[in-house]
């Protein structure tokens, strides 16, 4: 499906965000367009009330930048009110059960939760046993707000999603792995490149090769060949010590411009932050007037209030 075809709806059916397995293209056009109707209001000065009265708790198991700064700008900007819980507030999972965690905030008047967290079963078990819908901020399975922050500013730079083919470099970990479902379902063809032993969950995998056009390699060139985006993450995602082995294994897979040659004359850069410069990326990619990182990084905002706007406000 071409998305500049899509006509939009004005809902979704899911109530909770946490994987793009649950959510169908037509669900996922439809935040894109609300995105960027929300930013393109923003822009203009447009104030908006769709989260009045509404609380948000944002618990973070892991610490995050980017996550906390644009949801808690998204929820203001919404006229919502948010509640920054980080681990040492909250004893989710050890002292006490998800089960009566997500029952209690429930009493206390909470409209939702988002949760950047390790294990993904913690965001699945909140879903399942709360009321509220729940928002996966990051898991160590995958990261779907990144990734329609990501389909956004492709649709922005290259003016369509269908047809255009991203390549992954380096680590087959959350990133990949969402990468994977949300690109399929969005039209585009992806190649994840990725040295033996490091490819993507295969769930995510399998599907991806159902809903679309997708390849795993262990040749960085030949994911790379004829690719409007290179995208690539960290060689070592946080909470990870350093390994020397698993470096070894990931560096022959550093975008830098020889390998960049392989993309089409007009690539992009791609990269969901925070960068390791001159590990996974060299300086002269991830500063080349190539590079939309801070694109990306700004779309967070817009998208992150697609998705609130949706489930709690829409």
């Given at each position: ?143 779907p707000c990144q990734v329609l922050a990501d389909l956004l500013t492709i649709w922005e730079h290259k003016g369509k999603l269908e047809g255009i083919k991203l390549a992954y470099l380096g680590d087959g970990n959350n990133m990949a792995n969402s990468l994977l479902a949300g690109c399929t379902r969005a039209g585009m063809e992806i190649a994840i490149g990725c040295p033996e032993g490091y490819e993507p ?114």
């Amino acid at each position: 499906m071409d998305i500049n075809k899509y006509r939009p709806t004005g809902k979704i059916g899911n109530k909770h965000f946490l994987t793009f397995l649950d959510y169908s293209t037509e669900e996922i056009f439809e935040l894109l367009y609300t995105a960027k109707r929300l930013k393109a209001e923003h822009k203009a000065g447009v104030k908006h009330g769709a989260l009045s009265g509404k609380t948000i708790a944002l618990i973070f198991a892991k610490s995050s930048t980017r996550t906390r700064v644009s949801f808690e700008m998204g929820i203001r900007q919404l006229g919502g009110h948010s509640l920054f819980l980080s681990a040492a507030d909250i004893q989710l999972g050890r002292g006490e059960t998800i089960h009566d965690t997500v029952k209690t905030m429930e009493r206390f008047d909470i409209n939702g939760i988002m949760i950047r967290t390790h294990k993904h079963s913690d965001v699945e078990e909140l879903a399942m046993y709360g009321t509220i819908p729940i928002i996966n901020g990051l898991t160590d399975l995958c990261h779907p707000c990144q990734v329609l922050a990501d389909l956004l500013t492709i649709w922005e730079h290259k003016g369509k999603l269908e047809g255009i083919k991203l390549a992954y470099l380096g680590d087959g970990n959350n990133m990949a792995n969402s990468l994977l479902a949300g690109c399929t379902r969005a039209g585009m063809e992806i190649a994840i490149g990725c040295p033996e032993g490091y490819e993507p969950d295969q769930r995510f995998v399998e599907d991806a090769m159902k809903t679309g056009r997708a390849t795993v390699t262990h040749d960085p060139a030949v994911a790379a060949q004829g690719a409007d985006i290179i995208y690539t993450d960290v060689f070592f995602s946080m909470g990870q010590a350093a390994d020397g082995k698993k470096y070894e294994s990931l560096i022959s897979y550093q975008v830098n411009r020889r390998l960049f040659a392989y993309a089409k004359p007009d690539a992009l850069f791609m990269h969901c932050l925070p960068a390791h410069r001159g590990q996974e990326v060299t300086e002269d990619i991830i500063d080349s007037p190539a590079s939309i990182i801070f694109d990306q990084a700004e779309n967070r905002l817009h998208a992150q209030k697609a998705i609130l706007y949706h489930l709690y406000g829409g």
